[in-house]
């Protein structure tokens, strides 16, 4: 084995490869002398930032190395290597580099709660309550005690209906789908006259060729409810009492489906049939909401404004109607949504009326606490779903309403404002998707104004669907303190402000004023004053009076307690000054304060000094007049710096304004 180390062979090898190569000549260059008549080559000169091409004009194949020019500038250097590295080549990231994100940064959690935080909170909590409970001697028969004497009120204060909507059925049904439909037809009872649209290209012999109606590929539209369905194909234009709507898919694709249409999936089929010969008769049912449209912000001055009731309506039971909305009563179903989602109370749920609900949750509450009860948490459900009391906690009280939606943010603050511990929505299957939206709009807005009083998010929560009632804590989430014991009114905004002001009174950590999300009903406005010429638009515009002129000058004033955030104002200026800032001023002092949101001195009469209005408008009316042909004389013009009063003065002594004839020629 040979002794030649690594380096040694590798030097070998090195020389023998020298000695096989043939060698090249290396030219020398000539020698130097001063004599030399051959002169040296001209130095490159050093470019500069002026020499260097745009940064445009650079791609992935330019040549960057002039930028290393010792006199080009570090910032440009590092310009066009930053142009360099945004080239597409540069931009590709290895998916199995583990190290290709960057650590140094953690986004922060927020609100969000790891599984052993929350673990931790629960258990603290629990023992809290258990203190709680050995410290006033209680045991859980008391609070059960306690909680049979406070459902007990909601018997003695039933639901008044305020009105009924009614319904007349003859059993005029239409049946709609293909031949197989005209088996069904036959199946049903003698009190059912059904007439068939048959989507087939053609109709089968049967007992009913004389109420078939060939759809033959035209458009169908629906419309009405039980009792009165229009059902348009076109060339006719038929009538019915009751609709049964096989298609795949159906006609209507709405969540909340009129009275009396039935479009049963197939298992669903054979009840549907059991249950339309019931649907024969005169039949009622409550008129869910009121409608107040001297407070409706929906439209003002041919400007669209506020849509949150027709947007939240799963029944499509709510239209435009110019500058106000109308509400099918047949169509509604007491969804509740519109009412929960209404910035101004204009439409509001009456099945029960709030004011009715408030006293209902103000007695039940207060009864639960004289029966020995602490720590009371209120359980909105819908009254349709039956809750087995024995597998509650006894510190829950459920509340039944006709719709989980019905129960808006203003009665979740309510509750708490009477001494509730936490407030908890039970959600279901059964409620529709527009409804579950609203419900997590408005608790967006309720969770931001809790912490903005320093009080828990979770006070008021809802329960996943599936969520098991057995299993919620009893332990309190609210701090204590005494309960208010305002009455009910119907007033929606009034009601949500007082509950907010209570719970002010006692609120840990208060901010002033809480950013709200977009779209809450809350807020101020921010004006452009280099745009705003005090035109005063926005205050003809604005239904709720919450934008006013200055008494003795030209100002811009505002009602914040008044606004609803509907945007007309922001529509209707014409300088596009305004624009929305959600935001809820929790101090009832400052929020009822008066605000000066622009100002200007007067603009002084030309002839008798009265001041009659802002600067920047005679101005711009001065600018945009300037070349109108009424306007261009210079006394036309200088009308326009003066009071009515003179300026109908100056018009009637003004013989070219008058239209003065008498002292022209005949003709």
Partial sequence: MSDETFLSRWARLKRERVEVEPSTPIATPPAITEASESPLPAAKPELTDADMPTLEELDFHSDYSDFFSPKVS??????????????????????LNDYREDFTYFEPLGNVLTADLKHQLERHARQHFDRLLEDQHMTPETLTHARTQALATLQHHPTAVVGSVGYQSQGRLLMIGDASVI????????????????????????QFAQSITLLNGRDLSISGYLGAFMVDIGDRVLAADLILDLQTPPSLQRDVLPPGYFAPQPDELAATLLELPDMIGEFSKPRYFHYDPSICAHSSSGLPGCTRCIDACAAEAIISIGSKIEVNPNLCQGEGACAATCPSGAIRYQYPAPAQTVDQLRVMLRTYREAGGIAPKILFHRSATALALDQLPPTLLPFPVEELASAGVELWFVALSFGASQV???????????????????????????????????????LPIGTPLAGISPAPVMPLFTPATQGGLNNKRQQWSLALDYLYRFAPAAQTPITLPAGSPFG????????????????????????????DRPQLRFHTDHCVQCGLCAKGCPEQAIHLQPLYIPDPEQRRLVQVLHEEAPFCCVECGKPFGSKSTVTTMLSRLAKHPMFQSPRALRRLEMCEDCRVMDVVQDPSAMGDTMSQPPH
């Fill in 524 to 551: 101020t406005l921010v004006i452009n004053k280099e745009a705003c010429t005090l035109c005063m638009a926005c205050a003809t515009i604005c239904p709720l009076q919450a934008i006013e002129g200055g008494l």
């Fill in 424 to 462: 908890l929505l039970y959600d279901e299957a059964a409620i529709t998707t527009l409804s579950r939206e609203t419900i997590q709009q408005q608790l967006s807005i309720a969770h931001t104004q809790l912490q903005g009083l320093g009080y828990p998010r979770t006070a008021i929560q809802l």
């Fill in 183 to 206: 088996n069904l037809a036959a199946s049903l009872p003698d009190t059912l006259k059904p007439h068939i649209i048959l989507t087939d290209t053609a109709a089968p012999a049967s």
């Fill in 74 to 95: 570090t910032e440009l250097r590092k310009n066009a290597l930053r142009q360099l590295f945004r080239q597409p080549e540069f931009n590709v990231i290895d998916e």
